[in-house]
């Protein structure tokens, strides 16, 4: 550890008039929302949610939240994101020509919470016995909750 009187110019902070963070040594942090918001709209329609019934995420209609990227000392970085996202699902039962649609909401998709800790409500547009059989498949899929993992 430097002591006060050796003055060592790494500790030493000058006020530069480009504002740089030289050498990323100060704490840093850089706004991702929109690169994030921009990534899951691209990737989670391309996900297969289930083997089965031809499950899939149609669109991400909604991304709620803060995501953001923190540096500390040049080379320490952290992924910091707390999202609500909101998107559309599809499904064909295999020999039905039926197809089902609804919606499913991530409430607390957070850097901080384990993947047990997150909560899904899924909801389909059909009420009754399909919106039971829908919400139990989908809470019961590990592929799909694997991918959200």
């Not at 040594?25 to 329609?45: A, G, V, Y």
């Not at 000392?73 to 994101?81: F, P």
């Not at 991530?106 to 059909?126: G, I, K, L, N």
Request: aromatic content about 10%.
């Amino acid at each position: 550890m430097a002591k006060w009187e050796e003055r060592d110019p790494r500790w030493l902070v000058q006020e530069r008039q480009d504002g740089k963070n030289v050498n990323g040594w100060h704490w840093e942090e850089r706004n991702r929302f929109e690169w994030c918001k921009q990534k899951l709209q691209e990737l989670l329609p391309a996900i297969p949610a289930a083997h089965t019934g031809n499950l899939c995420i149609a669109q991400v209609t909604d991304v709620v939240g803060d995501a953001m990227t923190s540096t500390r000392k040049g080379n320490k970085k952290l992924a910091i994101y707390d999202l609500k996202v909101t998107m559309h699902w599809q499904a064909q039962a295999e020999g039905d020509t039926e197809q089902y649609k609804g919606t499913l909401q991530v409430d607390d998709f957070a850097s901080h919470c384990e993947p047990d800790e997150y909560v899904f409500t899924v909801t389909a547009d059909m009420v009754g016995e399909v919106d039971k059989r829908v919400n139990a498949t989908v809470h019961a899929c590990p592929t799909f909750r694997c991918y959200l993992y």
